[in-house]
């Protein structure tokens, strides 16, 4: 990769842009993945149409991340990539509260505490192409972690049992890392995603 030390300081927004493109092909498969892997799951018609149209943006997302790499002589595959999020997926296949839990309410629920610094660090470099990318990209997660809470309220609904308890105690089993704080409250908030779940878990 001799090619990318000329950036000079690109190299990291190309580094960034490169992860983000990972994280948002990754979730179009998970998207998909949860309206088959739980097709038996004798939930409503408006469960799956919620995840075909959360694949829809995650595939907008990772286009437009894609786009900003080739503008910037880059491209999506060129940077080795981590296998946390299929990795999370294999973890939590027998179980759709257990998914629900660690994708939307755990990585996509990250996803919001974490992208306004880059957002930052974007237009401290004057990419404002880039900026607007994430922006939208920002936007859109509140609704996939709005779709992710409200599903795993049906399915404890369902089976009984206490959403917040239940969330903490999948966290706890699926997601060793644990949760990371400063958690953005407001967009959480947005999400319709209390901090009685997340906080102190
Ligand atoms: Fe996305
Ligand atoms: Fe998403």
């Known amino acids: 990769m001799p090619k990318r030390r000329n950036f000079g300081s690109s190299a990291g927004r190309l580094a960034l842009l490169h992860a983000l493109a990972h994280i948002e092909l990754n979730a179009i498969d998970l998207a998909w993945d949860i309206t088959a892997r739980f097709a038996g799951a004798d939930l409503p018609r408006k469960f799956y149409d919620d995840w075909v149209g959360v694949a829809a943006e995650e595939a907008e997302h990772f286009a437009l991340l894609a786009d900003r790499l080739e503008m910037l002589g880059g491209c999506y595959g060129a940077l080795p990539a981590h296998d946390g999020l299929w990795e999370a997926a294999a973890a ?92 953005n409250r407001a967009a959480r908030d947005k999400a319709g995603f209390a901090a009685a779940f997340y906080e102190n878990v």
């Open 92 to 183: 939590t296949a027998t179980d759709l509260l257990a998914r629900l839990a660690v994708v939307p309410l755990v990585l996509e629920a990250r996803g919001l505490d974490v992208t306004p610094e880059m957002i930052e660090k974007l237009r401290r470099q004057d990419d404002s192409a880039s900026v607007a990318a994430l922006e939208t990209i920002y936007r859109e997660e509140v609704a996939h972690v709005a779709a992710g809470e409200r599903w795993f309220r049906f399915e404890c609904a369902r089976r009984g049992l206490d959403p917040v308890e239940t969330y903490r105690e999948l966290v706890r089993r699926y997601h060793r890392g644990g949760l990371k704080p400063p958690f």
